[in-house]
């Protein structure tokens, strides 16, 4: 299985803030790896597919970067909106895994 | 607008078989993937398995033998089935449409069901 590492693992940030969240992949997923935001008791949103495609919809003040085995999502302008938990996932094989999760808290 | 919505029971007893059903609306069933999740009180993402439309499967192997995925595509319809479940199994289980393509980096779960959760208890 690909393991999935997501740093850091809680953030806090302001509002405003540009903030990164790094994850890294145990082998090369080239650009399969996607980024997903989830809040409290609801079900996971697709962010950026592909390492770096918005997914229609999203605002752009998110973006992606990577390929190989390192990525990053980072969001240009923190909205309170955007506090909430942050997944990565890999596509480059079966069976599908995530990261751990990236907590961003209000500071 | 595609919408998923899962129903079955929100409580199974041990060594009990999970029996979960996604409704499919808003959109056609064909050429897609169609994908259970878990995710348990507190904790991370796991992929269960996806059916294509046309019924071939992939299972994680971390479900050995217990679990099977099924469509059925004139109710729009796909079901997960969980076997000999223990209390590890409760958790949120969400079903999704899985959008892929074989020769680009198009892969993604794009929609969602809401979440159901399922408590393994006597």
């Known amino acids: 299985d690909i393991q999935m590492t997501q740093s850091p693992s809680s953030l806090s940030a302001s509002v405003g803030d540009r903030v990164t969240i790094t994850c890294r992949a145990s082998?090369?997923?080239?650009?399969?790896l996607n980024w997903y935001l989830q809040k409290p008791g609801k079900a996971p949103k697709v962010l950026i597919y592909?390492?770096?495609s918005l997914q229609n919809g999203v605002p752009s003040r998110f973006s992606g970067s990577g390929s190989g085995t390192d990525f990053t999502l980072t969001i240009s302008a923190l909205q309170p909106e955007d506090f909430a938990t942050y997944y990565c996932?890999?596509?480059?094989?079966?069976?599908?895994?995530f990261g751990q999760g990236t907590r961003l808290e209000i500071k | 607008q595609v919408q998923l919505q899962e129903s079955g029971p929100g409580l199974v007893k041990p060594s009990e078989t999970l029996s979960l059903t996604c409704t499919v609306s808003?959109?056609?069933?064909?050429?897609?993937?169609w994908t259970w999740f878990r995710q348990p009180p507190g904790k991370g993402l796991e992929w269960i398995g996806y059916?294509?439309?046309?019924?071939?499967?992939v299972y994680n192997p971390s479900f050995k033998s217990r679990v099977t995925i099924s469509v059925d595509t004139s109710k729009k319809q796909f079901s997960l089935k969980l076997s000999s479940v223990t209390a590890a199994d409760t958790a949120v289980y969400y079903c999704?449409?899985?959008?892929?393509?074989?020769?680009?980096?198009?892969?993604?779960?794009?929609?969602w069901g809401q979440g159901t959760l399922v408590t393994v208890s006597s």
């Open positions: 999704a449409r899985h959008e892929y393509s074989s020769s680009s980096a198009l892969r993604k779960f794009d929609y």
């Open positions: 808003g959109g056609s069933i064909s050429s897609y993937y």
């Open positions: 059916i294509y439309y046309s019924g071939s499967t």
């Open positions: 082998q090369s997923i080239s650009i399969y």
């Open positions: 592909g390492a770096s």
């Open positions: 996932q890999q596509s480059y094989s079966t069976p599908i895994t």
